[in-house]
């Protein structure tokens, strides 16, 4: 391949696949800092298609032939800090907070040095994030340790299999230890042969970065864990349009998702109940293509299992094999909305819920798959879903898990989210204001208008929200828990009708266990509220674009007839 085929490729890079292929060519050129930008480029691209762990090695690419190019810096440093991929398959070096503070600061650097006159704040607004989590000492993953070495000899001396085998010294004096990996110098990861070379020659000072000797090779992070039990884990909700909450999602909220029980069961009791001697569709299988197969077990003539997400698909793939069901299973890659089948379904399978019933824009999905995936009377698993509200005080202490995530998109404060929120907080009964029956006639939008009494004293602060699946006409009944959840023993329990994501009305069976979704509380300002006082709220939902928008008002008037809260509107 000629040099200007790159230039092309770099000229064309708004298509991400030109440039993947170009790259998966591996073709040299002899221009460096040409090879560099492209793979820079390509690495955008990976990033931009959730392919993180290519995105990572084509920046690490970037620096090895370039280590004087600033971008390359930059986006690596933010794929490092980026905690939303913890415990992600393709990416088990992340986060490295260090790493990327390290690359932040080379960036910053390297930019000052050119001749560009533009400023770019990016790099520094990253850095001041990452110091301001590291001083926080929240964060848990800092396994990275930079040391610079100022003069020869330092001290260290490096076996073949880049462990450290002595530490006297300099490296001694900045914490260098035997058993120490060396992982890059200078940003640059080299081969063995190359880094002695490199070590002898390369100008005074430079940084060489280790992974210390008690961090595994495969798991070079550990996940935050919440301070103390006591502590209600929170987040701040980040709306955003469906295709993002679909390429984000990893194997962790895979996992996260299999291990509610009751979610998990009550589908699977619906599959087994309906799919026999029909032909299936199952909409974001995920990295498992667990329903899919469970379809397959309980006689489907046929399912069709539809990813977008290009890492989970991958995945899918594998596991459908391993099963050896690909004569049964026709794995599709792509979003429900652009694929096509060759017949249309029976059955309709779908998960893909957000903390707002139609957050996560099935409403759309269904829609499209009525009229274009499935027959006019095909069953649906779940059936309904509905999303029910109430008044609410916010339990406290929290403990803000996305505060660990410095380069988070920017996030809506009156928007919190909490993992199994207790209803002894709430002020008045939870009352529906979202109901969708997945079948013919789904509407672009919809609005309720309730009015909520309080029942007892206290401060309102929001109006807290869970989920409600249901699954059509299936039989609750006695059975084996399996072993999706990694435990010793087996044991048995009830398969629920009825899915909430609300812990006091769909307990979990063990204490240890959460709900797969969190609860959102819409915030609103602090209001005394006594019994009988009123809140009235009304709920608009437009349904019919990619992003699904929400606007809440609440009034609050004391039974005096006071206004205590005058109309207040929250959107997203």
């Known amino acids: 391949m000629m040099a200007k085929d790159f230039r092309n490729g770099i000229d064309r890079c708004d298509y991400g696949m030109t440039v993947l292929e170009i790259m998966s060519r591996q073709e040299k050129l002899n221009t460096d800092k040409l090879y560099a930008k492209l793979c820079n480029w390509a690495a955008c691209c990976a990033h931009s298609l959730g392919q993180f762990r290519g995105a990572f090695e084509y920046w690490e690419k970037a620096i090895t032939r370039d280590p004087q190019l600033p971008d390359a810096h930059y986006n690596l440093a933010s794929l490092l800090a980026n ?18 503070r390290w690359h932040c600061r080379r960036a910053i650097d390297l930019w000052a040095a050119t001749d560009s006159k533009e400023e770019w704040t990016q790099p520094q607004d990253l850095l001041d994030d990452i110091d301001k989590v590291l001083q926080s000492g929240f964060m848990t993953p800092v396994h990275s340790r930079y040391v610079t070495v100022r003069e020869r000899p330092f001290g260290m001396k490096v076996g073949e299999s880049r462990k450290v085998l002595r530490s006297t010294g300099p490296a001694r004096e900045q914490g260098v230890e035997r058993g120490d990996e060396v992982y890059k110098i200078d940003g640059r990861k080299v ?6 070379n490199l070590f002898k020659i390369l100008p005074l000072p430079f940084d060489v970065q280790l992974l210390p ?9 550990q996940t935050p864990k919440l301070p103390s039990v006591n502590k209600y884990a929170a987040a701040h909700l980040v709306p955003d349009i469906a295709a993002h909450y679909c390429r984000n999602y990893t194997a962790s909220h895979y996992r996260s998702q299999m291990m509610d029980r009751p979610r998990v ?9 309906t799919v026999f001697n029909k032909s299936v569709v199952e909409i974001g299988c995920g990295p498992g293509a667990f329903y899919a197969r469970k379809a397959v077990a309980a006689g489907a003539r046929h399912v069709y299992a539809i990813e977008a997400n290009k890492e989970n698909y991958l995945e899918a793939k594998k596991t459908i094999q391993q099963a050896n069901m690909q ?6 890659e792509g979003y429900s909305t652009e694929v096509d089948l060759p017949e249309k379904a029976e059955v309709l399978i779908h998960d893909n819920f957000g903390e707002m019933a139609s957050l996560d824009g099935c409403v759309r999905t269904i829609k499209d798959a009525l009229r274009r995936l499935v027959l006019s009377k095909a069953k649906i698993i779940p059936s309904a879903v509905s999303t029910y509200l109430a008044p609410c005080e916010v339990p406290r202490p929290l403990h803000l898990t996305d505060e660990l995530d410095p380069v988070a998109r920017s996030r809506n404060p009156n928007l919190l989210c909490i993992l199994g929120f207790p209803q002894s907080h709430t002020l008045a009964s939870f009352e529906e204001i979202e109901d969708i029956q997945f079948g013919p006639g789904l509407a672009d939008g919809m609005e309720r208008n309730v009015t909520f009494t309080v029942s007892r004293a206290g401060t309102f602060e929001g109006l807290v929200s869970y989920i409600s699946l249901r699954m059509g006409e299936i039989d609750s ?3 084996d828990i399996p ?12 398969v629920p009708y009825l899915v909430t994501s609300l812990v006091s009305l769909t307990p979990r069976y063990t204490p240890e266990e959460k709900p797969s979704w969190w609860n959102l509380v819409v915030r609103f300002p602090e209001t005394r509220v006594s019994p009988g006082d009123t809140i009235s709220v009304q709920f608009n939902i437009d349904y ?29």
């Open 483 to 494: 072993a999706i959840d990694k435990l010793n023993k087996t044991t048995t329990t009830t």
């Open 477 to 479: 009944e006695i059975v």
């Open 327 to 332: 004569d049964k299973i026709s794995l599709l």
């Open 83 to 100: 905690t939303s991929h913890l415990e992600s398959r393709s990416t088990n070096t992340l986060p490295d907070l260090p790493a990327a």
């Open 265 to 273: 069961l009550a589908l699977w009791k619906a599959v087994n109940q």
């Open 191 to 196: 081969e063995f042969h190359r880094f002695l």
């Open 544 to 572: 019919g674009s990619d992003k699904v928008t929400y606007d809440v008002t609440a009034e609050v008037i004391s039974r005096e007839g006071e206004v205590l809260l005058p109309r207040t509107t929250v959107g997203w």
């Open 213 to 221: 000797r008690h961090v595994s090779e495969k798991l070079v992070y």
